[in-house]
Nanobody, 121 residues
Framework: QVQLVESGGGSVQAGGSLRLSCDAS?????MAWFRQVPGKEREGVAA????????FYGDSAKGRFTIAKDNAKNTVYLYMNRLKPEDTGMYYC?????????????????WGQGTQVTVSS
């Protein structure tokens, strides 16, 4: 069992930046960030495989977001730049790829409680 705790969400104006953090209680084979807005499916934002640290990005994140892992800790970060109002949502950390595409929610075994990101225009 891996427990995940997210932090770093908040409110920011369009064009601003935020850094999300996810602390995992144990080691995993991969971690990812998903976001969700009411009435829509959870969308894969970025993922990273462990230990090779290969990153994967959803189309909305490419060129603006960076996922990175602190190898000294079981922590993954999501650096979000040039934020847009459509980036608003609840951001969830996920861990342990159980199979399938890494940007699909069903591929992950463990989930955090989420952290809210609100981008105003």
């Amino acid at each position: 069992q891996v427990q995940l705790v997210e932090s770093g969400g908040g409110s920011v104006q369009a064009g601003g930046s935020l850094r999300l953090s996810c602390d995992a209680s144990g080691s995993t084979n991969g971690m990812a960030w998903f976001r969700q807005v009411p009435g829509k499916e959870r969308e894969g934002v970025a993922a990273i495989r462990i230990p090779d640290d290969s990153p994967f990005y959803g189309d909305s994140a490419k060129g603006r977001f960076t996922i990175a892992k602190d190898n000294a800790k079981n922590t993954v970060y999501l650096y979000m730049n040039r934020l847009k109002p459509e980036d608003t949502g609840m951001y969830y950390c996920a861990a342990e790829i159980s199979g399938g595409f890494v940007l699909r929610a069903s591929s992950f075994k463990y989930w955090g409680q989420g952290t809210q990101v609100t981008v105003s225009s």
